[in-house]
């Protein structure tokens, strides 16, 4: 869709076209909202002062794109967001080459903006890579490591921050305000370059109170740090204010230095139930937009709630339980203790490697440090894992959320990848609940472990499993049934339900294995079935690569044959996790197709 030539007038109705047509459709198919409301009338002036089909357009986390994408020839299948066979809900080169590069996890743009400017340079293109990353992400330390950079290599690149809980500004009040709409105008940005000119060329006596002068100026602006990190900083702007922002990104457009703008800007900007700091409205199901009541789901309990009212029951009897969580309170269960002990559980916004290395030095403390992560988000802190919490062997309990298929998310969000890579560490152990009652037992269980440990649980609620759980014992399974034929069923987590509903379908009778633990292995048990049990299927939600069948094939039982219905070595699409099983052939009906006698 070309802008270029639409008047502000016109924009601003371009602007309430893009919000109604994002309010509906994810209305519909559930998404990210509020973010992506409020970040309407920055895009729009991106796309309207630099050229998107050659500069870099690098959106961080990018769950905030969605005008982006109707604005770069996907409008009319925009009602497939986030579904089966679908357009992502982050941007994907795949699926349109306006977008530069995926993303689903956070602070990695302005390192891609690093990167692309000195590929610009070298290439001796006249190309601007533009990054927009929002105030939560600033919470992350590779932020601060690119902007260090960027700031000593000085090539043109541009930052947008989209500042929408006034987290930098608000400290500051009515005199910053004030100071910094001045030096975003075009008058102080020429003024300041001339001046610079001319200190250059004089005495350092002379110069003295003038230096003097800006350094005190900065003191009083938000924009100090980045000053002091060597970039160029405009704002804070009004983000909501095309004129304005059509102003600033030219202003930085023709600086061809580094260059971050501060835009400030409502949370759900457009849709008045949604607007302001609103933590449920970030990300959605489906929902009635004239009431913004959520549409109803399943009523079954999901497993993350299992595992806060679990942990709060235990902390409250246990003083030295702690735990942590990297922006994800809700999502992991950690609000739930969080609300009735906030001196005991904190949320350290998104600093994985900082949550995980600050809750080994509570270890070593004597507290019991609990650090509840998505499975796709623990992976970075995957060297904070190995050097900070197993080689000194802490006591640190990983509680592992989002283990398997997430559905809508998509590639960047997939639980796929935690058994293989935790399995792989010296002092770790590796368990999973199957229910409710398990999930307690696992953390009883995790709070007495004196060596770093980690369970993992699904979004949602666990599959049903009818057999009752029993008190975990380290490297111990649980034999939930004997069967008539030589197949056994070797569930792990979320598994045991799919084997257990798998087994039902069957017409004849098989034996079924709650592994629980997959490191340590319960070998004698394993043994012992290969007596009575020669073919063996695996049920887990995980990547078949360093996953629970290559872990048992590594105990090199003989006369068993293993065949694993765990994911194979791609990366998972996003859709309806149900439609997305199905895509697999892990529905346990087609599962039951699978297994002979």
């Given at each position: 869709m070309d802008i270029k030539k639409k008047s502000i007038d016109q924009l601003n109705e371009l602007c309430v076209d893009i919000r109604k047509k994002i309010l509906e459709t994810v209305s519909k198919n559930g998404g990210h909202l509020s973010s992506t409301l409020g970040v309407v009338e920055i895009i729009v002036a991106m796309h309207y002062v630099f050229d998107s089909e050659n500069d870099p357009f690098i959106f961080d986390v990018s769950h905030q794109a969605y005008a982006h994408k109707l604005l770069t020839d996907r409008w009319d299948e925009f009602d497939t967001l986030r579904q089966f066979g679908g357009i992502s809900g982050y941007t994907k080169p795949s699926e349109s080459p306006y977008d530069y590069f995926i993303a689903g996890h956070s602070s990695t743009s302005i390192s891609l903006a690093v990167g692309a400017a000195k590929a610009i340079k070298l290439k001796n293109e006249e190309r601007l890579p533009i990054a927009l990353i929002g105030d939560g992400s600033m919470s992350a330390g590779m932020v601060y490591e690119a902007m260090n950079e960027l700031g000593d290599i000085k090539l043109p690149a541009i930052i947008i921050l989209n500042d929408n809980e006034m987290s930098i500004a608000k400290p500051i009040g009515a005199i910053s305000n004030y100071l910094s709409q001045m030096m975003a105008g075009r008058f102080y940005q020429k003024l300041k370059a001339k001046t610079t000119q001319v200190l250059e060329h004089l005495p350092e006596s002379a110069t003295y109170i003038a230096k003097r002068f800006d350094e005190s100026l900065k003191l009083i602006t938000p924009g100090l740090l980045f000053e002091e990190l060597g970039l160029e900083y405009i704002g804070p702007t009004n983000g909501h204010d095309l004129e304005a922002l059509i102003e600033s990104f030219t202003i930085a457009k023709n600086m061809k230095k580094p260059v971050i703008i501060h835009a400030q800007t409502t949370k759900g900007k457009g849709y008045e139930i949604a607007e302001g700091y609103f933590e449920h409205w970030h990300g959605v199901g489906k929902f009635d937009i004239d009431t913004g009541e959520a549409i109803a789901k399943n009523g079954a309990k999901n497993a993350t709630t299992m595992f806060g009212e679990s942990l709060l029951a235990l902390a409250l009897e246990k003083e030295n339980i702690v735990g942590v969580t990297a922006a994800m309170p809700s999502g992991t269960g950690i609000k739930i203790p969080m609300e009735t002990l906030p001196e005991r559980f904190w949320d350290v916004a998104i600093a994985e490697q900082h949550a995980v290395t600050s809750m080994c030095a509570m270890a070593k403390e004597g507290f019991k440090p609990f650090v509840a992560i998505y499975s796709t988000f623990l992976q970075r802190a995957y060297d904070q894992i190995i050097h900070d919490a197993c080689i000194m062997a802490l006591p640190v309990v990983f509680a592992v959320d989002r283990a398997g298929i997430v559905g809508e998310d998509g590639e960047t969000h997939?639980?796929?990848?935690?058994?293989?890579?935790?399995?792989?560490?010296?002092?770790?152990?590796?368990?999973?609940?199957?229910?409710?009652?398990?999930?307690?037992?696992?953390?009883?269980?995790?709070?007495?472990?004196?060596?770093p440990c980690s369970f993992r649980y699904p979004r949602g609620a666990f599959m049903p499993?009818?057999?009752?759980?029993?008190?975990?014992?380290?490297?111990?399974?649980?034999?939930?049934?004997?069967?008539?034929?030589?197949?056994?069923?070797?569930?792990?987590?979320?598994?045991?339900?799919?084997a257990c509903v798998t087994a039902k379908i069957l017409d004849f009778d098989v034996a079924i294995l709650d592994l629980i633990f997959v490191k340590p292995l319960d070998v004698e048990k394993l043994k012992e079935l290969s007596q009575r049990y020669k073919k063996w299927f695996v049920f887990s939600d995980s990547s078949q690569m360093g996953g629970v069948a290559s872990a048992i094939k590594e105990l090199g039982i003989e006369g068993i044959t293993i065949t694993t219905f765990e994911y194979e070595d791609k990366f998972t699409v996003h859709g309806n996790t149900k439609l997305v099983e199905e895509s697999m052939g892990l529905l346990p009906e087609q599962l039951a197709k699978k297994i002979t006698i």
């Open positions: 997939q639980g796929t990848f935690d058994i293989s890579f935790l399995r792989a560490i010296p002092n770790m152990t590796l368990f999973a609940p199957r229910d409710e009652k398990s999930m307690t037992e696992a953390i009883k269980f995790a709070y007495n472990m004196k060596t499993c009818e057999y009752e759980s029993k008190p975990l014992k380290i490297g111990k399974s649980q034999l939930l049934k004997d069967g008539d034929s030589d197949i056994l069923l070797i569930g792990y987590g979320n598994g045991v339900g799919r």
